[in-house]
């Protein structure tokens, strides 16, 4: 099964000069940690500056996000896919009919940027999952693959969203969807978890 049919991934950017604007400002010598960048951004700030301090901050934002490592957050379950970056509608209840599609947004940060020939970055992901009963007892015999997620971006991400497709048959009942995605350049993995029950009807509004 093609994971482009199950997963999308939506980054937000910054603009090449903003590494540039933190890590050598006019008349400065290069910032050697975190706390000198943030002065450096002070500085654009305080000259009037204020669009050189935007991305001065987005490149700031990826040093931290590097700095601790690969990992997700804000994972959600939602009633369709989501349309964007943070643009989705949360799911009021975790039951779902037997068979009902589950849909799933996560966020994830501090990934690898591999340089292409062509000048582009690309960031590719592998992304698994399995349900774990409520004693937390692994119900498949392995991770089951979803595929992998790829984006060759001309800019440099700082953070992205996941849109993920999650069908499953034969469990009814409460269970946890556990999840790992890994950054293939790296080989660091972040997981996460959501808790839902099969086998009940779910509320009208969410028959979509």
Same mark, same amino acid.
């Given at each position: ?17 903003? /590494? ?6 006019? $008349?400065?010598?290069?910032? %050697?940690? !975190?706390?000198?960048? &943030? ?5 654009? /700030? ?10 001065? #901050?987005?490149?700031? /934002? ?5 700095? #601790? ?46 340089? !292409? ?5 690309? !960031? ?43 069908? @499953?048959?034969? #469990? ?9 995605? @890994?950054?293939?350049?790296? $080989? %660091?993995? &972040? ?18």
């Amino acid at each position: 099964m093609s994971n482009r049919s199950r997963s999308r991934v939506r980054l937000r950017t910054l603009p090449a000069l903003a /590494l540039a604007a933190v890590m050598a400002l006019p $008349g400065t010598a290069p910032a %050697q940690d !975190l706390t000198e960048a &943030a002065s450096a951004i002070e500085q654009l /700030l305080a000259t009037g500056r204020g669009p050189e301090a935007v991305a001065a #901050a987005r490149m700031f /934002l990826r040093h931290v996000t590097g700095e #601790a490592g690969f990992g997700v957050t804000n994972a959600r379950l939602t009633l369709l896919p989501a349309e964007g970056y943070g643009m989705f509608e949360p799911r009021p209840t975790n039951v779902y009919a037997l068979g009902e599609p589950v849909y799933a947004y996560v966020e994830v940060y501090g990934f690898s940027m591999t340089p !292409l020939a062509n000048g582009a970055n690309r !960031l590719l992901f592998d992304v698994s999952f399995t349900l774990d009963s409520p004693e937390g007892r692994q119900m498949t015999d392995a991770m089951i693959p979803m595929g992998e997620v790829q984006l060759d971006s001309f800019s440099q991400p700082v953070d992205g969203f996941f849109h993920l497709t999650y069908r @499953v048959t034969g #469990a009814e009942g409460p269970f946890t969807l556990r999840t790992h995605v @890994v950054d293939r350049a790296s $080989g %660091q993995t &972040a997981e996460f978890s959501l808790p839902v029950v099969f086998g009940a009807a779910p509320a009208s509004a969410d028959r979509k």
